[in-house]
């Protein structure tokens, strides 16, 4: 399961981010690099929750770097 997480958490981060530059920019850095339409019309309240989840990410890129992550709650330690 940890294999899980150290996978997953930067993705979800990279995600978030990408909706922070949607947020913000109406640009959409996956599409841009990857082909496609990189620029999106979006409502302001859509902008909002975009802007609310990429700062979420970036509230949780430190626990990219924590040493000791405590176990969640019936996983083992």
């Not at 913000?24 to 990189?38: C, I, M």
């Not at 979006?42 to 000791?68: D, E, K, Q």
Request: no cysteine; aromatic share 8%; glycine share 10%.
């Amino acid at each position: 399961m940890e294999m899980i997480y150290r996978i997953a958490l930067p993705l979800v981060i990279v995600g978030a981010l990408n909706w922070l530059l949607v947020g913000l920019f109406s640009w959409d850095l996956v599409a841009a690099l990857l082909g496609g339409d990189a620029t999106r019309e979006s409502s302001i309240l859509s902008r909002i929750i975009y802007g609310l989840v990429g700062l979420s990410g970036i509230a949780l890129i430190p626990t990219l770097f924590r040493a000791n992550r405590e176990p969640a709650e019936g996983e083992k330690a």
